[in-house]
């Protein structure tokens, strides 16, 4: 009932529908109801009597009542698929949008294809409860309860013997029930496993045929394709054998009322109408019993994915703007850290008692080892995470005390492995600027060296862009992005070593490409290459998540320090 209550509230912004497909249902019922009646007066009066007119009247009656449930039923049918698929949509979208909230340390601990799992299985098993299950477990409880009194009515005594194998049918639907439960938990976990399983295969397909590790991979694969396998067969068993045993039930029910009916005709007490009708809600009876039962699967998989999908929706994003948040002011650039601590886990510190002031328009290069805590500083600038300790202030504003977005609309990112999205180079250029015009992205482009590449291409800054880039070099994807942040125009840019995968003519564009867009601006740079930042104003050493020299590089280099030791070792490094 959690989960159904949750997922309610996608419903009902489309109640007049599931109104409509109620009323429907109440229709189909009704008339499902009257049609053995209508039978049963047939057999015991007109045509014992030999009343041809009358007969023709009931007939008449029973065609109408068909041609009425035919009406109802297809409209039941439409209003569910309408709603289902809006509904389905609506609920795809909510996700969607709040795993863009989450932040980065909710998407760096979960697998991508498991989340997409969420979206697009587990959503598809949910539409099939709310848009059907409901409206069906509705139906066919009023259809049960119709037919008990309506058999009550005509014969108590044939109805109660009737019914004694009822509890037999409640006892087998408890067994399954329980059984079901965690059979259905365990298909759903398993299928995200294996999405799970493909989405990382799909996306490492370069390094396993490097190593020709395709058999390992295909083992594995078949390993969890396989878990996913038995436990869907497993699930299934369940049904196959309940429905075979509901089936053999309403044939028992089927054999009591010919046996106690017909005794009961042959002694007069009962009509030949009577038992005939009673046949008809007995076959009638068993009907939405193996739906329910069937349903009730149904129920299983959706509540073992709703439940998924309700703890995603329930997830709080770990990082979020206050009540009181105010807009980001225009953002001049000064940058200071104060007594900063940090870790992405509580017992494994990152940064330690970090303290900077970075003054606006100032060019900051970070450097250090492979862990030091570079990027980190990089990512609390833009509040990808927050401090553990300590403070973030830009132009003495706590980034706390404003909204994230008001803040990273002012912020650029060109990072070491660009990501370029399916669409135009132009589409890419104006991400960060969607209302740019083209002149502005083609000057844009222009300044970023990006013109030097796209004039060869057949469209130019319309050429479509491949999934990830696949048809552009890594220089060309980090033009492209060095395209895209001076287009935004971002009052603190945060670069992540834009250089360090590309070659020397390549770099030598992207190189005067960053100096354009460095210009008059703050900037954090991460950089490998020491001899990219010998100009920076300042250059940070980073140590075991310390900062343990500031100058700049004549500086360092004079106090044979750790810089010095990083530069003469590439120094030696490159001579070598």
Known sequence: MRVIWHLLVFVRPYALHMLGAFVAMLAASGLTLLAPYLVKVAIDGPILAGDINRLHEIVLLLLLAFLGLYLASMAQRYLLSWVGQRMLADLRSALFRHLQELPLSYHDNHIVGVTISRVISDVGVINQLLSQGLITLTGDSLLLAGIVIVMLSLNAQLALVTFSIIPVIVLVTMVFAQKAKQAFRKTRARNAHMIGDLAENLSGIRVIQAFANEEISTEKFDEVNGANRDAHVEAMSLSFVFLPTVEFLGMVATGIVLLFGGLSVAQESLTLGTVIAFLAYVNRFFLPVQELSQLYATMQTAMAG?????????????????????????????????????????????????????????????????????????????????????????????????????????????????????????????????????????????????????????????????????????????????????????????????????????????????????????????????????????????????????????????RRGLYYELYQRQFVDVAD
């Open 306 to 558: 709703g439940e998924r999908v309700i703890n995603l929706l329930n997830t709080e994003p770990a990082i979020k703007d206050c009540p009181d948040a105010l807009p980001m002011p225009p953002i001049e650039g000064r940058i200071e850290f104060r007594g900063v601590h940090f870790g992405y886990r509580e017992s494994l510190p990152v940064l330690r008692d970090i303290n900077l002031d970075i003054p606006a328009g100032t060019m900051v290069a970070l450097v250090g080892p492979t862990g030091a805590g570079k990027t980190s500083i990089a990512n609390l600038i833009a509040r990808f995470y927050d401090v553990s300790a300590g403070e973030i202030l830009i132009d003495g504003v706590d980034i706390r005390a404003v909204a994230q977005r008001s803040m990273r609309s002012q912020m650029g990112l060109v990072s070491q492995d660009p990501f370029i999205f399916a669409g135009t180079i132009a589409d890419n250029i104006r991400f960060g600027r969607p209302e740019a015009t083209m002149a502005e992205v083609i000057a844009a482009g222009d300044l970023a060296n990006v013109a030097e590449f796209a004039a060869d291409l057949p469209r130019g800054y319309e050429t479509e862009i491949f999934e990830d880039g696949a048809n552009l070099s890594v220089g060309q994807r980090q033009l492209i992005s060095i395209a895209r942040a001076i287009l935004a125009d971002p009052r603190i840019l945060i670069m992540d070593e834009a250089t360090s995968s590309v070659d020397m003519v390549t770099e030598a564009l992207i190189q005067d490409a960053l100096r354009k867009l460095l210009s008059e601006r703050s900037a954090i740079v991460i950089a490998h290459r020491l001899s990219t930042i010998v100009n920076a104003d300042l250059i940070c050493v980073v140590d075991e998540g310390r900062v343990r020299e500031m100058g700049t590089h004549a500086e360092l280099l004079s």
